[in-house]
């Protein structure tokens, strides 16, 4: 069965940095765009960044762009978040989720992981 795990979350301070990994298993990771999406205390789902399934583009909201680098390694089925110089407003638990397709086409997506915590705070 699909399981996408994320890990690397906790606790950093403003502007500090941390990665966030998540292992996916149950399919063929390569074929499937992936993206992240976050979710702060008492506000709804955000999406933050996601990858084609070969990694050649990668989309990011304008609230990290420039900060969180999204990546991708097909051989190990393992997505990537690294998240630099980070903000009060980035702390949320942070999911990853699996694209029906290759390319982000559909807007919705099929699979999501539990989550991984971020807190920024000093």
């Known amino acids: 069965q699909v399981q996408l795990v994320e890990s690397g979350g906790g606790l950093a301070q403003p502007g500090g940095s941390l990665r966030l990994s998540c292992a996916a298993s149950?399919?063929?990771?390569?074929?499937?765009?992936m993206s992240w999406a976050r979710q702060a205390p008492g506000k709804g789902l955000e999406w933050v960044s996601g990858?084609?399934?070969?990694?050649?583009?990668?989309y990011y909201a304008d609230s990290v762009k420039g900060r969180f680098t999204i990546s991708r390694d097909n051989a190990k089925n393992t997505l990537y978040l690294q998240m630099n110089s980070l903000k009060p407003e980035d702390t949320a638990l942070y999911y990853c989720a699996k694209s029906p397709d290759p390319t982000l086409t559909h807007p919705e997506y099929d699979y999501w992981g539990q989550g991984t915590q971020v807190t920024v705070s000093s």
């Open positions: 149950g399919f063929t990771f390569s074929s499937y765009a």
């Open positions: 990858i084609y399934s070969d990694g050649s583009d990668t």
